[in-house]
């Protein structure tokens, strides 16, 4: 367990950075382990200024990708913590799209398979909270989540 420093709680000296590390995002307001590349990165920057006695660099919304038989799977956000709200093109055809909101239609996450432009652009979202009809995707569930208009 670690504060979002990455400092152990509860012992002296004790830095923990990457899968190992359970640690306060500041973000989400709570303790999370992320595994993934960027992530272990993003603490490695976050012990190196803290540190050095520099001011920590800003958090970053999690991020991952993965090369799967010819296919770039990108991951922003915490699409688990939504849920589906909206959706365009298939994994197996390599245009997928899904966007994941939270109950107020804020965006939390997606996944973009083989199109950063649009990554980049779900990655952006997921950062600001922005709404899920703001990427101009077929939405999801329009009848029970009409605000999300
Ligand atoms: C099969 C697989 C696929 C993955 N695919 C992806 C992916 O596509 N995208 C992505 O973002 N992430 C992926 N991950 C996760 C990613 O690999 C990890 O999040 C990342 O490597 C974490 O970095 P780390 O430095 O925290 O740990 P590690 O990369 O595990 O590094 C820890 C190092 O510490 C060494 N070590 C352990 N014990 C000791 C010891 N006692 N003394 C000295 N050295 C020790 C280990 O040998 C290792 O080199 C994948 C993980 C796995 C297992």
Known sequence: ??????????????????????????????Q?????????NEH????????LGLPAPAVQVPYVWSDQYGHRIQIAGRPATGSLAALQGTAVGGD??????????GLVGGV?????????????GSAA?????????P?????SRSQWH
């Open 1 to 30: 367990m670690c504060d979002r420093f990455c400092a152990a709680t509860g012992v002296e000296d004790v830095l923990a950075i990457g899968d190992v590390s359970r640690w306060f995002d500041v973000r989400v307001q709570r």
């Open 112 to 124: 973009v398979v083989d199109d950063t432009r649009t990554f980049m652009k779900v990655r952006r």
């Open 129 to 137: 909270g922005a709404p899920a009809r703001s990427l101009g995707l």
């Open 96 to 105: 997928l799209v899904a966007l994941y909101a939270g109950d107020g239609g």
């Open 44 to 51: 490695g920057a976050i012990v190196a200024a803290d540190i």
């Open 32 to 40: 999370v382990r992320v595994e993934h590349w960027t992530n272990a």
């Open 139 to 143: 939405l999801i569930g329009t009848e």
